[in-house]
């Protein structure tokens, strides 16, 4: 157990709807992580919050956005739902998410939130 | 840029065998290297990792990997596999600590009878 918790464990939902998932960082870590990782693929960075800032995005559309909140918890955001994005949707907690912050060095993975949109 | 490519995608293995699983990486610069492993319908959970120093790295479960930076590879390897080793296996870069990390698409390990 990481201690990485989100919900739901599992979504549906039809095309061009919203939806918000939610990850509840491990204790003392202020930096999280969010991954896509669809069926029969490696898991891809979408975008990592540090202090409550974007601090890195990866090549995902603004229809996916995110809030991390003072006490680190963090939401996903996603707009407009298309078929293909449908996913199993990864949070990771660390501390320090800046280059050279002497922090875990690792992050921890939460048991995801699977995404169905039809 | 950097990249992952784990070179099989599924691995057959009898159990109390060996097994190696296979990555190797390009990047510019120094990153570090990681494994995770993901039993079915779970998250990702750390195996081993390598940031520096000594270039053999012994993990959780009995799992180790080498950093051979001039074949630019990070094989995970086990010495004697069992059923519950059975899962998908993800290497992994970054070029921090914290920062993004790029996966591999993954090697199904398949233990045999």
């Known amino acids: 157990e990481t201690g990485v918790t989100q919900s739901p464990t599992h979504l549906i939902k039809t095309r061009g709807q919203q939806v918000t998932l939610r990850c509840s960082s491990q204790?003392?870590?202020?930096?999280v992580s969010w991954y896509q990782q669809a069926l029969g693929q490696g898991p891809q960075f979408i975008f990592q919050?540090?202090?409550?800032?974007?601090?890195g995005r990866g090549n995902f559309p603004p229809r996916f956005s995110g809030l991390q909140f003072p006490n680190y918890s963090s939401e996903l955001n996603v707009n407009a739902l298309e078929l293909d994005d449908s996913a199993l949707y990864l949070c990771?907690?660390?501390?320090?998410?800046?280059?050279?912050?002497?922090?875990?060095?690792?992050?921890?993975f939460g048991p995801g939130t699977r995404l169905t949109v039809l | 840029a950097q990249s992952v490519t784990q070179l099989d995608s599924q691995v057959p293995v009898f159990e109390e065998a060996p097994v190696e699983l296979r990555c190797n990486y390009s990047?510019?610069?120094?990153?570090?290297l990681f494994w995770y492993v993901q039993y079915p319908n779970q998250g990702l959970q750390l195996l081993l990792k390598?940031?520096?120093?000594?270039?053999l790295v012994k993990g959780i479960n009995g799992f180790e990997a080498e950093f051979n930076k001039s074949q630019t590879s990070f094989h995970l390897r086990k010495p004697s596999v069992h059923i519950s080793d059975t899962a998908e296996y993800f290497c992994?870069?970054?070029?921090?600590?914290?920062?993004?990390?790029?996966f591999g698409k993954g090697t199904r390990l398949h233990i045999l009878p």
């Open positions: 990771a907690s660390s501390l320090d998410g800046t280059s050279g912050g002497g922090g875990t060095d690792t992050q921890y």
């Open positions: 204790s003392g870590h202020n930096t």
């Open positions: 919050y540090y202090r409550e800032e974007e601090n």
């Open positions: 990047s510019s610069v120094s990153v570090y």
């Open positions: 390598y940031l520096s120093g000594s270039t």
């Open positions: 992994a870069v970054s070029m921090n600590r914290d920062d993004k990390i790029i």
